[in-house]
C-alpha cells in the first residue's frame, strides 16, 4: 500500500527531501492515535488521553513545535534536528563533519 492508498489525515509519519526541502508530514488522524497511544500520556488507572479535535490538536501542536524554547529562539523542530544532526556526527557519518568550510571547498 502507498502513501497514495490512504486518506491524507490517515497516513503515517514519514520524512523526505524532495524539491531542495526537508519534508516532514503526519497525517493527523494518525498524530491524535499516536499520541493517545503513547504510555507517557496514560495515568495510573491505565485511562489514555482523549482528543476531542484532530485537526484543532494538530493546528496546536504545529503552534508549539514552531514557539521557541528558550531565549536563544530554538524550537522543538530545531532541538529535533540538531540532535538528529549530532547523533550523525557521532555515528561517523561521512555526511558532515567539523572540517573548516574552506578546507571543504578545496
Same mark, same amino acid.
Request: glycine content about 6%; proline content about 4%; charged content about 30%.
Given at each position: 500500500?502507498?502513501?497514495?492508498?490512504? =486518506?491524507?489525515k490517515e497516513r503515517p509519519l514519514v520524512?523526505? &527531501?524532495?524539491? %531542495?526541502?526537508? @519534508? &516532514?508530514?503526519? %497525517? @493527523?488522524?494518525?498524530?491524535?492515535?499516536? /499520541?493517545?497511544? *503513547?504510555?507517557?500520556?496514560?495515568? #495510573?488507572? %491505565?485511562?489514555? &488521553? *482523549? @482528543?476531542? !479535535?484532530? =485537526?484543532?490538536?494538530? +493546528?496546536? /501542536?504545529?503552534?508549539?513545535?514552531?514557539?521557541? &524554547?528558550?531565549?536563544?529562539?530554538? *524550537?522543538?523542530?530545531?532541538?529535533?534536528?540538531i540532535k538528529a544532526a549530532r547523533e550523525? /556526527? +557521532?555515528?561517523? !557519518? +561521512? =555526511?558532515? !563533519?567539523? =572540517? #573548516?568550510?574552506?578546507?571543504?571547498?578545496?
Open positions: 500500500m502507498s502513501l497514495h492508498d490512504t =486518506r491524507p520524512c523526505y &527531501v524532495k524539491a %531542495g526541502q526537508l @519534508i &516532514v508530514s503526519i %497525517g @493527523i488522524d494518525t498524530l491524535a492515535e499516536s /499520541i493517545r497511544r *503513547t504510555p507517557e500520556f496514560e495515568d #495510573d488507572a %491505565g485511562s489514555r &488521553v *482523549t @482528543i476531542h !479535535d484532530p =485537526r484543532s490538536f494538530a +493546528e496546536a /501542536i504545529a503552534i508549539r513545535l514552531d514557539d521557541p &524554547v528558550d531565549e536563544t529562539g530554538e *524550537t522543538s523542530i530545531t532541538t529535533a534536528l550523525l /556526527i +557521532e555515528m561517523g !557519518d +561521512e =555526511r558532515i !563533519d567539523y =572540517r #573548516d568550510q574552506a578546507e571543504a571547498t578545496t
